[in-house]
């Protein structure tokens, strides 16, 4: 087998399920201050939820699902007027804090507060399909300026993780080699990058959509529509080969496989090691195997983010080497370097993650190919559902059926 094959096989299966996960995703409200192409979520006014509500939320997760971290997500959770009680209520129930956020309304004084309410990391959305102002017709690479200033706003503050995601258009895919040395350009203050692969619901002729016996335009689904016309089947060994046109060596770890498709890559997990100025190489699957078991023996839970001082202090994993090979090819690449450089002996080796997401697949029969041990799962009516699809229990309470036209119904 090709060391560098993308199957199954080649890599490891991310343990996370619906009742053990990393992550679980809060959304305090569905109000948000940007447009974004491709969102999920309505932007809905009169959406923030009560503190008692997001309690009863954080409950059903306390109840039904082993979690690590919490993203606290919506929506825009910033603008929630009640956002560091929010914080507050996670961290006191015995959870990681995440904010996902567009970075609009964060200030200084806003994240300190963040902070000291225990926030542990920020997962920022830039991306060239937004209505930033200032910042319209903007590109990916033109959009490092803003990414750049959210990054040095949190290391200045410091003892937070820095995430970046973006959403991946076939008119913006050639960018995503470009932001991937980006992120090895500021590896010191920048500890995961995130590739989400643009998806609408399915507009083939062939299918109709359902819910119970009714039928449905569907056209009013934030994510229904798409007036371009553009893909909307790009997939994560896609980005993979745009990458390895300028990384040739690039290799994911680990993966989450889709619901119906074991052999689809629904998330694809890349480690690696490096500083500035070269990646040593990337970490392999023992490795990540080891790192999810070792922390779910010993906290009950499987890792999401990672204290941001360990990302930093990459040459600690080194002695795992005689465990993964892909530790091994980093160590024999970083001391190669030091001969030739001895100075390099004294720069730190930082650890980044990078992530592509490939959403919800609509398969040739009508049947919806999901991401298995979704990490994003969150809460309607005290069950745990997917956030991506929520707007479908919003409108319908219930989930939307994608049936073949004359053909008996596949329910999903």
Known sequence: MNNLEITPQNLYRLPWNLADNAISWLEPTS????????????????????????????????????????????????MHPEILEIVKIVKEMGWKPVINTNGE???????????????????????????????????????????????????????????????????????????????????DIVHVLVFIIYRIAVRNKDYDYFVGNEKLTFEEIAYSVDKDERRTDVTSLEVIEEIRKSEPDFMPCAFLNGTYKPDSFKWLLTGRMGNKHQIFGYVGPRFMELVQTVKHLFTDKYLAYADSKLNRRGRLYFWLSFMDKGIWNICKSYFK????????????????????????????????????????????????????????????????????????????
């Not at 491709?38 to 939320?57: A, F, I, M, P, T």
């Not at 300190?112 to 017709?137: E, N, P």
């Not at 994003?376 to 073949?404: F, H, P």
């Open 337 to 412: 370097s030091i001969l030739t450089k001895p100075l390099a002996f004294f720069s730190k080796v930082h650890y980044q993650s990078i992530m592509i997401i490939q959403p919800i697949d609509v398969l040739k029969n009508g049947e919806m190919n999901m991401c298995d041990g979704c990490p994003d799962i969150s809460v309607y009516n005290g069950e745990l559902v997917w956030s991506c699809r929520m707007e479908e229990l919003y409108k319908y309470d219930q989930w939307a059926r994608v049936v073949i036209k004359d053909k008996p119904e596949v329910q999903i």
């Open 105 to 187: 309304l964060l200030t200084m004084e806003l994240l300190r507060k963040l902070k000291d309410a225990g926030v542990i990391g920020f997962t920022f959305h830039v991306d060239s399909g937004q209505g930033r102002a200032h910042w319209k017709g903007k590109n990916e690479m033109e959009l490092n300026e803003l990414r750049l200033k959210l990054a040095t706003m949190l290391a200045e503050v410091g003892g937070m993780t820095c995430s970046f995601n973006l959403t991946v258009y076939p008119e913006n895919i050639e960018y995503v080699p470009k932001l991937i040395k980006w992120a090895q350009d500021h590896i």
């Open 31 to 78: 109000k948000c201050n940007l447009y974004c192409d491709g969102c999920y979520r309505e932007n809905r006014n009169d959406s923030h939820k009560s503190l008692e509500d997001v309690r009863k939320d954080l409950e059903v997760f306390k109840t039904l699902r082993k979690t690590d971290s919490i993203s606290i997500a919506g929506g825009e959770p910033l």
